[in-house]
T-cell receptor, first 119, second 114 residues
């Protein structure tokens, strides 16, 4: 399977603990995105990487959140001092964006998500 | 900021029938993309169909087709010959041409009944 993979699929933690999620994008995809989805809502953008550079962070991403993509391949999303309000599905997506003129945007392909429950 | 509105929280259809899901969006951009994603229960989100705003022809993928009305900022999804496996949450999403983040609607839960 060469799709986007995420690990773990489920995580239960106690308030105040730190958690880290991993995302492996589709090979050769140069962009990687993190979204958060709460119950009954569509996904909301958190941050994205172009290769290893983190180019944009949403206001939803508080100081307790940090994301990395150290070698431009997999990415990690860490939440420090978790709060009950952090309970959500965390989705990762990847895409291949052509930098040549007229290359345009490519479709984002999503992973299965990591469902976080903070008790 | 772009907004995407899906006015039908839930819909149901009988197997083999046709159903249309509605989506409207608000933007001042001229270069953008629209998507329909499907998220089955407890399964990952997959792309159903995409439409480039500069293309007048409506996109079609097998039983799935869209009615893209650019002036009205409407992007509805038609599912023909509905199958039980079509039961899922359907999200409409907008991507600005020079942007990177998808803006999603709240979704429509479609149930296909046998």
């Amino acid at each position: 399977d060469t799709g986007v993979s995420q690990d773990p699929r489920h995580k239960i933690t106690k308030r105040g603990q730190n958690v880290t999620f991993r995302c492996d994008p589709i090979s050769e995809h140069n962009r990687l995105y993190w979204y958060r989805q709460t119950l009954g809502q569509g996904p909301e953008f958190l941050t994205y990487f172009q290769n290893e550079a983190q180019l944009e962070k949403s206001r939803l991403l508080s100081d307790r959140f940090s994301a990395e993509r150290p070698k431009g391949s997999f990415s990690t999303l860490e939440i420090q001092r978790t709060e009950q309000g952090d309970s959500a599905m965390y989705l990762c997506a990847s895409s291949l964006v052509d930098s040549k003129p007229g290359g345009g945007q490519e479709t984002q392909y999503f992973g299965p998500g990591t469902r976080l429950l903070v008790l | 900021a772009q907004t995407v509105t899906q006015s039908q929280p839930e819909m149901s259809v009988q197997e083999a029938e046709t159903v249309t899901l509605s989506c409207t969006y608000d933007t001042s951009e001229s270069n953008y993309y629209l998507f329909w994603y499907k998220q089955p229960p407890s399964r990952q989100m997959i792309l159903v169909i995409r439409q480039e705003a500069y293309k007048q022809q409506n996109a079609t993928e097998n039983r799935f087709s869209v009615n893209f009305q650019k002036a009205a900022k409407s992007f509805s999804l038609k599912i023909s010959d509905s199958q039980l496996g079509d039961t899922a949450m359907y999200f409409c999403a907008f991507l600005r041409g020079s942007n990177y983040k998808l803006t999603f609607g709240k979704g429509t839960l479609l149930t296909v009944n046998p």
